[in-house]
């Protein structure tokens, strides 16, 4: 059989991380791959108790039955408790939509915006998952610099001018994969900036709550003024990936466009599973979950930090987050982490390669580096075979 | 904000039967509408039990972590023995793909073939999403006649040649919307003619478990010794669809290529729902509880071939499934069901307007009845209601 694929379909690989998943899967294997919440973190019992009181409730079969492509409406109502915490408050259902994780909310965003050939400004580097999402609606990711603050508002401002993108796309919370954070100031001006030009803002939020240091701050979306803000939150980092809930928050009208985008997707996100998380936050099991995990997040940083002022030359730069899953490591120029990476996965450690997570494919020396889903011990020592290898080239 | 809108989603509007979802939600309403399973086929009580014993057992920690694209391994292997019910046997774990709802599958095909433009063929009428669903890839929809025996095999080899479709889409057991089944005659030739034609056909098959009357007949999924038959199946109809948790069966090649979509769609389908549906199998409940209730859906089919016989006008004709959901209705040329279903919505009776299944709008005079998610007395009141405002137009 001749196979006639689509036109998106031709040079997509498949997404880098997820490639290399079974990889990782072996059980010597220390990966600082992936981005993973810890193991203990997930509340196992919790979740337990809280599906078999649903599955037993008088809800019990409007849970297991089609729901509305929204999302079923106490998990919503959660949600809008919930994003209180992020500023956002001067919104109601219309303004939110049930999604499969929060990546769904990228994908949505871009089935409903993004024609062939349209630009998108992200972060360089970016979260790798929207370079590959883009790649799907044959949509042209264009890099935006970045510095010790996240994205450079200046170069934002000269980008959108010079090609009209139909949005840009944003972590400014411990972003993905640099562990920065945009500060107040920037995050006032990106809000002005984007909308005194009339372009969307995709502001991606899954790591905000997982703060040790520093003051929260607002969220971009809780300056929006005239709608150009779609916000994207998931409690896959806060309370499990394995359940795909996430949240969609913005103007009516771009909620609507989402929507009927989800109807032809997946038709709704499992009810169940907007069901457990709405009970859990309804709960309030999230803070003294945070209250729990935060602290571990915070010593397997300091760890791999520890780690990497040990055994790593002093030439090689790295982030120290405030926050997040993510440091992020940049080798001197002309040091490949590519070529790095096959020897590392011989001597069983891994990570990703930086320059999955830029737009042009450049970043050659840098990678990043996950802490939060490894052991102590699996750090020092997976960071002390990196540091071998690197002592080896530098 | 002026909103930017991506081509796709001009004129794209809700999914028929979704968006009158909020209206049938009233209380009073007497809804054929949907094509929701009984509410006393969800088996709430097992899969409290199987969650509990998952989320309590030591998968838990795997449960709620991120999981491989491809889908939970034990249910993958569940869904591999589940396929043997349905003659497709040669197959291995590279050709299956774990989905949110056999819908999703549809969508990840359009994503994986479809470029603007290209042409689908589908039985007229079809079943609405893919309609809806293509509209998002700008392919164009084009529909084959349908007969006694569902979609016409001198019809669908004609188009294939004229139109060069990339695919052809089909629920050959009990479709939605006529209730409709292929004979086995016809599946060989349409295996053989879309073979001999090099395009991809689409086997769709929600509904083949819920037959009460005639044999099962083999999947034409197992007749395909080229690989151009992708089988989509779903649990939806038979566990439960507030769940989300289908399987697509198709050739290596394609597999890889909806499984790249669907690292960008939504990550993976829900964990904690694939386990579920796996233990389930696994436990050998389905077959109990089909037994439970394919004999409440058939009494249901029974009363309402009843009712209409009672009620309807002589010349309204209608069909007589031997398994589904649905009964499809035509009323004598001339007779508009969309006049006719604002005045049944004010008698609260719905039912969904039979133009929303057809590639051209046509079809003015027919519409489809579900007859699962009704009381038997609700479906003599609300078909009564119908025939009543029939009589006074025909």
Redesign the interface.
């Known amino acids: 059989?001749?196979?006639?694929?689509?036109?998106?379909?031709q040079n997509?690989?498949?997404?880098a991380i997820?490639m290399i998943?079974?990889l990782l899967a072996q059980p010597d294997m220390i990966s600082f791959a992936?981005g993973?919440?810890a193991?203990q973190a997930?509340?196992?019992?919790e979740?337990?108790d809280i599906?078999?009181e649903l599955?037993?409730g008088k809800d019990?079969?409007?849970?297991?039955?089609?729901?509305?492509?929204e999302g079923y409406l106490p998990y919503l109502q959660s949600g809008l408790k919930y994003l209180a915490r992020k500023g956002i408050t001067d919104v109601t259902l219309d303004n939110v939509l049930a999604v499969?994780?929060g990546?769904?909310g990228i994908?949505l965003t871009c089935?409903?915006?993004?024609?062939?050939g349209?630009v998108v400004l992200v972060e360089d580097p970016t979260y790798l998952?929207v370079l590959?999402?883009l790649?799907?609606?044959e949509g042209v990711p264009v890099g935006v610099k970045s510095n010790d603050d996240g994205i450079d508002p200046d170069d934002l401002e000269a980008k959108i001018i010079r090609y009209h993108p139909?949005f840009v796309y944003l972590v400014p919370n411990f972003s993905n994969p640099t562990g920065k954070t945009v500060p107040l100031e920037n995050r006032k001006r990106i809000a002005e900036i984007t909308a005194k030009h009339?372009v969307?803002l995709v502001e991606d939020d899954p790591y905000g709550e997982l703060r040790w240091e520093g003051e929260q701050l607002p969220s971009i979306k809780s300056m929006d003024r005239?709608?150009?803000v779609i916000y994207l939150t998931s409690f896959?980092k806060v309370i499990?990936?394995?359940?795909?809930v996430g949240l969609a928050v913005a103007?009516p009208?771009?909620i609507a466009?989402l929507?009927?985008?989800k109807?032809?997707?997946?038709?709704?996100?499992?009810?169940?599973?907007q069901a457990i998380v709405s009970e859990y936050l309804d709960r309030g099991l999230l803070d003294p979950s945070l209250a729990r995990n935060i602290p571990l997040y915070k010593q397997k940083k300091d760890a791999m930090i520890a780690a990497i002022r040990r055994y790593f030359p002093a030439s090689v730069r790295y982030t120290d987050p405030q926050g997040g899953l993510f440091i992020w490591v940049e080798l001197p120029e002309g040091v490949s982490a590519k070529d790095l990476f096959l020897k590392a996965v011989e001597r069983k450690v891994a990570y990703v390669c930086g320059s999955d997570f830029y737009a042009d494919g450049s970043g050659e020396n840098t990678l990043r580096l996950n802490f939060s889903n490894a052991t102590l011990e699996q750090i020092d020592t997976g960071i002390a075979r990196l540091g071998e290898l690197l002592r080896q080239i530098i």
């Open positions: 059989m001749d196979y006639r694929f689509s036109d998106r379909m997509l690989k498949g997404n997820r998943f079974k992936g993973m919440p193991g997930l509340p196992a019992a979740i337990a599906a078999d599955l037993h019990a079969l409007k849970i297991l039955q089609y729901g509305g492509t499969s994780g990546q769904q994908d089935k409903a915006f993004i024609n062939k349209d998952a590959h999402i790649k799907t609606y139909k009339g969307m005239t709608g150009n896959s499990s990936p394995g359940m795909r103007d009208a771009v466009k929507t009927i985008g109807q032809a997707t997946d038709v709704h996100t499992a009810t169940l599973n």
